[in-house]
């Protein structure tokens, strides 16, 4: 079976603080892509990072950084030094060579709220 | 500029009034797909298209139909709606194996 679990279902912080959201996955496939995407109050899902099963660098992007480890099957997301403009529910997805790429597999999604 | 579009954004209906929601792309993306997100689920497939004419079911397809009869465009028809399909849809595409690329959101409301 293919899941992805988001086991955060809300996260508060205060302005500045690090924060790091955990997403767990299960698959048998050893060719796979993890995607962490963003969503805004406003609604819409914004790509933030793609990463594939062969490339178990560690990624930053700005403030963003992406931890992947195939040894645990997480691929968690930090953002240092958190902003206002942080808050919104992040989603982590997975999609697999045995299923053609045709579906995502989204978490549940971590909801984080960023106080002044 | 690259975009997904849906129409409408937001929706009221009553149970059984069929609706279409229209979904297009200016990627030329052969792969496209419908996902509700439902509290605590996160986002969930529908159905989804390979290319024109070819489409196949996602995990939650009851209730739903699609057509592809143009690359651009993969709209989801809803014959009779119930109050159960209350929720937000994003339409997506794709191109290859890469990121998929969201549409704005419709939010659907079946009394």
């Known amino acids: 079976a293919q899941k992805v679990t988001q086991a955060q279902t809300e996260i508060s912080v205060v302005e500045k603080e690090d924060v790091t959201l955990d997403c767990v996955y299960e698959t048998r496939d050893t060719t796979y892509y993890l995607f962490w995407y963003k969503q805004p109050p406003s609604g819409e899902l914004v790509f933030l990072i793609r990463?594939?099963?062969?490339?178990?660098q560690n990624e930053i992007s700005g403030r963003y950084s992406w931890n992947f480890q195939k040894s645990t099957s997480s691929f968690n997301f930090t953002i240092t030094a958190s902003q206002v403009v942080d808050s919104a529910v992040y989603f982590c997805?997975?999609?697999?060579?045995?299923?053609?790429?045709?579906?995502?597999?989204f978490g549940a999604g971590t909801r984080l709220a960023v106080h002044p | 500029e690259a975009q997904v579009t849906q129409n409408p954004r937001y929706l009221i209906t009553v149970t059984g009034k069929k609706l279409t929601v229209t979904c297009s792309q200016n990627m030329n993306h052969e792969y496209m797909s419908w996902y509700r997100q439902d509290p605590g689920l996160g986002l969930r497939q529908i159905y989804y298209?390979?290319?024109?004419?070819?489409?196949d079911k996602g995990d939650v397809p009851e209730g739903y139909k699609v057509s592809r009869k143009e690359k651009r465009n993969f709209p989801l028809i809803l014959e009779s709606p119930s109050p159960n399909q209350t929720s937000l849809y994003f339409c997506a595409s794709r191109l290859g194996q890469f990121e998929q690329y969201f549409g704005p959101g419709t939010r659907l409301t079946v009394t």
């Open positions: 990463r594939n099963s062969f490339d178990e």
């Open positions: 997805a997975l999609t697999t060579y045995s299923g053609g790429y045709n579906k995502l597999i």
């Open positions: 298209s390979m290319n024109v004419e070819v489409t």
